[in-house]
């Protein structure tokens, strides 16, 4: 897995393509059509490529970049890497079979966030997940999936993971419902060495997890399960990434964004303080060892 150093995946690439080139265009003064009209293309294809939502091909870059009045030959070096960048392969490309479509851009935005806030009432976070604990959640995800499939998908969940121990990891800060740590995934033992593994986890200096404990009642975030994104690419906006059944959601306009940042706000002050984890965390073992 590359780092975030390397921008990310070809998701972040296009959105940060797609970002200058918008820059440009407005500081030049030329509107969607016009630019539209320089690469055969219409109004909404310039639209959709500074959203980052299609691919590029460096002579519209090149066309663009014309148009737009850029005459430093050193951004156009850099703007063409970039266009290259954006078409190649994402490092997970090689599980793109036994992937779904819409997750194809979150494993880009995880593996380039700065910051990345979630709120879980069902599972534990894929990026704490142990194997055998995300292999009972993919079997349970998935309508008779083979053991190959299985295995690849935990493999690949595996391969996630390795993102919180890079030296310039995410800080990840999880917030998660004590449903989570008591639901049987897996049976008994698949969940005690998955709370283990919390456990050690709590000792990552990148991590912060909390609990919301079943007598703190009702809650900021009773709707369901979300993670908020931050990236350290200025030209990029958080992401709120929110999983259905069948699709997912990217909200990035600011006022979503903030409604979802001022939840995450709320829940933290609503659970137990991380200090207190730990001790949730070995109770919760203690229980599983009682039964």
Request: proline share 4%.
């Amino acid at each position: 897995m590359t780092g975030r150093g390397d921008i990310g995946g070809s998701t972040v690439r296009r959105l940060q393509l797609g970002a200058r080139l918008r820059e440009l265009r407005l500081a030049a003064g030329v509107s969607r059509e016009a630019a539209g009209y320089r690469i055969r293309a219409s109004e909404s294809k310039i639209s959709r490529m500074e959203l980052g939502r299609v691919g590029f091909k460096a002579r519209d870059v090149t066309d663009l970049l014309l148009l737009y009045g850029v005459e430093s030959p050193e951004e156009h070096e850099r703007l063409l890497e970039l266009t290259k960048a954006a078409n190649s392969p994402s490092w997970w490309h090689t599980y793109g079979d036994v992937l779904e479509n819409w997750f194809h851009s979150y494993l880009d935005l995880e593996q380039a966030a700065e910051l990345i806030r979630t709120y879980e009432i069902q599972f534990v976070p894929g990026l704490l997940q142990t194997e055998a604990y995300a292999s009972a959640v993919i079997r349970l995800a998935h309508t008779n999936p083979g053991e190959t499939e299985v295995e690849r998908l935990a493999k690949l969940r595996m391969t996630r993971k390795e993102t919180l121990e890079r030296p310039d990891a995410p800080t990840f800060w999880a917030v998660l419902d004590e449903a989570v740590l008591r639901r049987l995934i897996g049976g008994t033992e698949v969940l005690r060495e998955q709370i283990v593994a919390l456990l050690e986890a709590c000792e990552n200096p990148n991590i912060r997890l909390q609990v919301i404990p079943f007598d703190s009642g009702g809650h900021a975030a009773a709707g369901g399960a979300f993670s908020i994104l931050r990236f350290p690419h200025e030209e990029l906006d958080d992401v709120v990434y929110i999983e259905h059944l069948t699709s997912a959601l990217y909200l990035d306009k600011r006022e979503d964004v903030d409604d979802y940042a001022a939840a995450f706000g709320r829940l933290i002050i609503e659970a137990a303080p991380p200090a207190r984890t730990p001790d949730i965390l070995k109770s919760v073992i203690a229980d599983l060892d009682a039964s």
